[in-house]
């Protein structure tokens, strides 16, 4: 059996995000977050986004890009603590912003790429995080219904694919890269290296290729990329 050529132009495959749709996108910090993907996603313009991610990127970089441009409705995230702009928006009421803890968010996505409609815990009884939640009693332990995040696409950076989708994450760019490709509804990979089928060893593939719907290519990486130097 032969599998499909998944690889795209960056246009093209953003082309598939339009007003409205919900993004989750890879990353913590600048480690795996997919730049060049953010920055077509604002130069074609799609308004009304609602953005997941761990973070909301440092002012001038990724996410922030959308938030200047007037395309974001919504952030579901951990924390803005790095980027001005957006507590700014957030305080103003340009934006909603939905907090949640890091580990809480990452089963939320974990959850729904396994197809499950969420799960309980007891982490947030009794704090503000608990308000407006379902509590659900198990045994006698009383826990909080934490739902399944899921979205319409997924943004990911990969140091290496093939052109069916296969992906490996280079050192801590496998964050929540792997969680957010099996929780949306398509997937697009940005990636520095694209081999021939067959040329990734089974056992290094972070990401299988039926999660991937999507393969750019990129010629190379701008400095955005490089580790921030403070």
């Not at 986004?49 to 002012?59: G, R």
């Not at 507590?87 to 909603?96: A, C, F, Q, R, T």
């Not at 949640?100 to 089963?107: D, K, N, R, W």
């Amino acid at each position: 059996m032969t599998l499909p050529d998944k690889t795209i132009a960056i246009r093209h495959a953003i082309a598939k995000i339009g007003d409205g749709a919900s993004v989750m996108i890879g990353g913590f910090g600048v480690p795996g977050t997919p730049f060049c993907l953010i920055k077509e996603l604002v130069r074609q313009g799609p308004k009304n986004l609602t953005i997941i991610k761990n973070d909301a990127n440092e002012t001038g970089m990724g996410v922030d890009w959308l938030l200047e441009a007037g395309q974001v409705a919504k952030l579901i995230t951990s924390h803005i603590g790095l980027n001005g702009r957006a507590i700014k928006m957030m305080n103003e009421g340009e934006i909603k912003v939905e907090f949640s803890p890091q580990g809480i968010l990452a089963e939320r996505i974990r959850v729904a790429g396994a197809g499950t409609m969420g799960f309980v815990t007891d982490i947030g009884m009794g704090t503000d995080l608990a308000r407006g939640k379902t509590e659900i009693t198990i045994g006698g332990k009383t826990g909080l219904l934490e739902p399944a995040l899921q979205a319409d696409f997924a943004l990911v950076h990969a140091a290496k694919s093939d052109s069916f989708g296969n992906l490996v994450y280079a050192a801590t760019a496998r964050n929540f890269n792997p969680l957010i490709a099996m929780a949306a509804d398509f997937t697009i990979a940005e990636v520095e290296t694209i081999l021939p089928v067959g040329h990734i060893p089974p056992d290094a593939v972070h990401t299988p290729g039926p999660f991937v719907d999507h393969v750019v290519a990129l010629p190379s990486l701008p400095e955005v990329y490089g580790v921030v130097k403070r």
